[in-house]
């Protein structure tokens, strides 16, 4: 699919049922999100209250490495599991520093895939794929990847606070691989995740109980810990200081948006320049 294409032409969406791309956006204070979806939100608030701060931090995550990306020469992007185009988007944060940047942006919420064609409608150097981070090959081969990314160039593949949605009975270790053995030599892997395995006894519990409510809803969550992320980039070069909280991961002078929950787990990582 093309960016020229009509919202029109994407699946619509059910407005009875709250999305985690909206539920998200209103956590970074978007307004792309219905009454269903804050009330969703706010009703995670109250079981986890630091849910609002975890999306704030994340983020925050996703601007740093994206910096440290284009800082290392990196100048095209695969951002899967792009959500809703709330300022801040890969694109943003990298033409700050290199305007010969492209993105290919993926998701599979008809909202965040309808507003994000709209924003970069006028955009070539970006696409939009509707499709499901569970089939690479159909986000990788897909004809509008390939006609705005060279595969014989460094690309750089995100998937930030979205793996959280692929439950083990979907291989998510087996996706990641999938991704990694596609991607060209030099090319970077960039996860941030869910985790309670740092949290206290009571957050902890929080956690269970959010990711209860989410079990209800079309993405089911799952936490995991920062071995499980360090073994699914497993083979390639961790970029320092490895898999870790997401807020210790490079850490700039941002003030933090709270205090330091560390539910977010993240890691970078580059495929060696030769296959072995
Ligand atoms: C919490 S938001 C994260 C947005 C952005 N990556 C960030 O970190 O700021 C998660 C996004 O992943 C998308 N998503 C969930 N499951 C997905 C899947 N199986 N394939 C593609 N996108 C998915 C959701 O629609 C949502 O937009």
């Known amino acids: 699919m093309s960016n020229d294409e009509t919202p029109s032409d994407i699946s619509p969406v059910d407005p009875e049922k709250p999305s985690v791309a909206r539920a998200y956006d209103w956590y970074l204070g978007g307004s792309t999100n219905t009454p ?54 890969v694109h943003q944060v990298a033409r700050d520093l290199a305007p010969d940047v492209k993105v290919a942006y993926v998701d599979n919420d008809p909202v965040a895939v309808t507003q994000s064609r709209l924003l970069l409608r006028d955009d070539p150097a970006t696409t939009v794929i509707d499709a499901d981070l569970r ?53 970077y892997l ?42 699914w980039l497993d083979g390639l070069d961790l970029v320092p200081p490895g898999v870790t909280v997401a807020n210790q991961w490079k850490p700039d002078s941002t003030p933090r948006s709270g205090p330091d929950h560390d539910l977010v787990i993240a890691g970078l990582a580059r495929l060696q320049q030769e296959r072995s």
């Open 36 to 89: 269903i979806d804050r009330a969703f939100a706010e009703r995670i608030l109250t079981v986890l209250p630091p849910a609002k701060t975890m999306a704030v931090d994340n983020r925050n995550f996703l601007r740093r490495a994206v910096t440290y990306l284009v800082d290392a020469g990196v100048r095209q992007f695969i951002d899967i599991g792009s959500g809703i185009p709330t300022v801040g988007n």
């Open 135 to 187: 089939h690479p090959g159909a986000i990788l081969d897909h004809q509008d990847t390939r006609a705005l990314l060279d595969f014989e160039q460094p690309i750089a593949l995100l998937m930030i606070a979205v793996l959280h949605f692929i439950p083990d009975r979907d291989d998510p270790a087996g996706i990641v691989a999938a991704y990694r053995d596609a991607l060209p030599r030099g090319s």
């Open 190 to 231: 960039a996860l941030s995740h869910l985790t309670d395995e740092t949290a206290p006894p009571e957050l902890r519990q929080q956690v269970r109980t959010c990711i209860n409510l989410y079990q209800n809803s079309a993405s089911p969550l799952v936490a995991r810990t920062r071995a499980t992320l360090a073994q």
